[in-house]
């Protein structure tokens, strides 16, 4: 039985109590991701981190939350007023929406029911969450134009060309998913993992996936829509309050958001590590939800050791890593996986699929080395300095060599 007949199975009462327990689950986690990203850029940077509130400043994210809601909402008086509140609402709406397509856990106890921790199980799933997410850079750019000054504009206008440049590579290393697993559902992709997780057996998609994934929540090093040096704040300048609370929380629900993405697609989602598939049946089935959030906290903290590890990049830059880069690799990869997978669905020997997948390997490292041939030569080009020519007029002497003249003279 998979996913979606044991879901069509759920009562009314079910659904909403799972619909709350996902909206509970997001926030709280939110609470937590703040609390952990400044505890662990703190000891990399050799401070202590948030430790007055609550036992080991656990609560310092909920004062901090608390304090944003009670503070002086401003309008600004040329904004937009409408979109100017619509925006926030749209960016956190469309964060949690995608939580609607993936499996929190496996088949599970709830109070006497069958069940699996997931809403609906489309077939179309994984194209639903890229569908939300490139509706959720609607709030970003409205909330930068609707507030009536230039630098939220700009940092509105950055943020729609990074996130849609990124999204193109992100959905292209779906491609490779969904031709392995055959399906678009979430559940049969992680069906299709029983032998080999995905970040295995589709390694550069998962590596083109975790880049685009940070360029997609606009996290540093490519956290450009909100680069203080030359936009001030970004496009959320103007908002104060609840507004700014809400983009707060967007940001880290969508970065919770794109680690279970990446958990479902590339590490087996809930599913135990191999080896360790006894532990599936434990409390339940609900011990499958503590291997989906260890995933998910191991990709949390990648995201906070880049903050703390690396430098903002340039615009340009950025851009054309996306484009140039991560674009054509992906198309490149695409074409491989889809020429391996019709070598093994029409009984290709082993020695055929093994003689092509030496060819790829060998025409990479061909590529790498003459592109490492070409850099060399340009960067000698450039050390290289020609000399001075003669100048083809009279020049007049510098005052230091007339100084010499008359003193050799005396």
């Known amino acids: 039985m ?10 009314t009462w079910i659904i909403v109590a799972k619909g709350v327990l996902v909206f509970a689950l997001c926030v ?40 944003l809601a009670l503070k002086e909402d401003i309008i600004p008086a040329a904004a937009d007023r409408a979109v100017f509140v ?33 809403l609906t199980d489309l077939p179309v799933g994984v194209l ?75 390694f550069p998609s998962f590596a083109i996936y975790v880049i685009s994934m940070v360029g997609e929540t606009n996290r540093a090093p490519f956290d450009l829509a909100e680069a203080e040096g030359e936009l001030v704040g970004g496009f959320h300048t103007e908002y104060s309050s609840l507004k700014f609370a809400l983009f707060f929380l967007a940001e880290y629900v969508n970065i919770i958001a794109v680690s279970a993405l990446a958990t479902t697609l590339f590490l087996g989602g809930p599913s135990a590590p191999p ?16 291997w989906f959030f260890l995933k998910v906290l191991a990709f949390f903290f990648f995201f906070v050791w880049l903050r703390g590890t690396l430098p903002r990049l340039r615009y340009d830059q ?7 880069v991560l674009i054509p690799v992906n198309i490149a990869w ?25 060819a790829v390997v060998l025409a990479v490292l061909g590529a790498m080395t003459i592109y490492d041939r070409s850099k060399i030569k340009t960067e000698e080009r450039a050390n290289q300095v020609e000399p001075m020519p003669e100048p083809s007029f009279p020049v007049p002497a510098l005052p230091t060599s007339l ?7 005396n």
């Open 334 to 358: 695409i074409l491989v996986v889809a020429t391996l997978r019709l070598l093994t669905q029409q009984g290709a020997s082993q020695f055929v699929i093994a003689g092509f997948t030496g």
């Open 318 to 324: 950025f851009m054309k890593f996306g484009w140039k």
């Open 128 to 202: 639903y969450v890229l569908a939300t997410a490139s509706i959720g850079v609607y709030g970003i750019v409205l909330g930068g134009w609707s507030s009536g000054s230039t630098y939220p504009l700009l940092g509105g206008l950055r943020s729609s060309a990074q996130v849609i440049s990124y999204e193109i590579a992100m959905g292209l290393s779906f491609v490779g998913v969904f031709i392995y697993a055959g399906s678009m559902s979430t559940g049969d992709i992680i069906a299709s993992q029983s032998t080999w997780w995905n970040v295995v057996v589709l």
């Open 275 to 290: 080896g360790l598939g006894f532990t599936s049946a434990w409390f339940g089935g609900w011990f499958s939800f503590i």
């Open 403 to 409: 100084a010499l003249k008359e003193k050799e003279g």
């Open 28 to 67: 709280l986690l939110t609470l937590l991701s703040v609390w952990g990203e400044r505890r662990i850029v703190a000891r990399m940077q050799m401070r202590m981190g948030p430790n007055r509130v609550g036992p080991f400043g656990l609560i310092q994210a909920l004062a901090d939350g608390v304090k």
């Open 86 to 118: 619509l925006a926030p609402i749209i960016s956190v709406t469309t964060c949690f929406m995608a939580f609607a397509v993936i499996p929190l856990t496996g088949e599970v106890n709830f109070f006497g029911e069958q069940t699996i921790m997931q």
């Open 2 to 11: 998979n996913n979606a007949s044991i879901i069509l199975d759920d009562p």
